[in-house]
């Protein structure tokens, strides 16, 4: 079956940096994308990586290893308004996406 | 240019009543697709569409129906709600299949 792995929660220091780690296992692969969600809003999209290697924008980064089936998302210098959920999701060989649970991120000061 | 917008905002149903939920874009995005999103569940997606005139199901089809007559509206509707059918619906759409999907605000649908 088709699944992505991501961890439920996090908690991170204000001004610090964090990484959220994505696992997929999906039939056939055509890209990932990360999406930002705060409590009660629609998610956002942050980034999509199809190809091997870093993404920057900003303060955010995204890493993409097709050989692996992994992905992670770097944020750097949070800011209190960094806190909410991380949504990973992967293009299926049937150009679906199949999202992760997501990943509550705390921020405290 | 308002992006893309659900209706209602938020909704109590009674079960067995039926309901269509409202989705508009203004962006002439091919694919649309409506989603729901229950707590330590992620998106799962209900139906889609590739471009106006064809449908398809996803994961979760059961008890849900859609249409897509034109580009802009993407309408979902529950025949006969029930409370397993509470939760929060999303409505998004992208340029194709491929591209970013963009979302609507969400819609609060409580069925008792």
């Known amino acids: 079956g088709q699944n992505i792995d991501q961890p439920t929660e996090m908690t991170a220091t204000e001004g610090a940096i964090v990484q959220i780690n994505c696992t997929y296992q999906t039939s056939g692969f055509n890209g990932l994308f990360w999406y930002q969600q705060h409590a009660g809003e629609a998610p956002t999209f942050l980034s999509y990586?199809?190809l091997d290697g870093l993404e920057e924008k900003g303060r955010f980064s995204s890493f993409l290893s097709r050989s692996k089936g992994y992905s992670y998302l770097l944020l750097k210098e949070l800011q209190m308004k960094d806190s909410a959920s991380y949504l990973c999701a992967a293009i299926d060989s049937n150009y679906q996406l199949i999202w992760g649970a997501g990943t509550k991120l705390i921020i405290k000061p | 240019i308002a992006g893309i917008t659900q209706a209602p905002t938020s909704q109590i149903l009674a079960a067995g009543r039926r309901m269509t939920l409202r989705c508009t874009q203004d962006m002439r995005h091919n694919a649309m697709y409506w989603y729901r999103q229950d707590l330590g569940l992620g998106l799962r997606l209900i139906h889609y569409s590739n471009t106006a005139g064809t449908t398809g199901k996803g994961e979760v089809p059961d008890g849900y129906s859609v249409s897509r007559a034109n580009t802009d509206d993407f309408p979902l509707t529950l025949a006969s709600a029930v409370p397993s059918q509470t939760s929060v619906y999303f409505c998004?759409?992208?340029?194709?299949?491929?591209?970013?999907?963009?979302f609507g605000p969400g819609t609060r649908l409580t069925v008792l």
């Open positions: 990586n199809v």
């Open positions: 998004a759409s992208s340029r194709s299949t491929t591209d970013t999907q963009y």
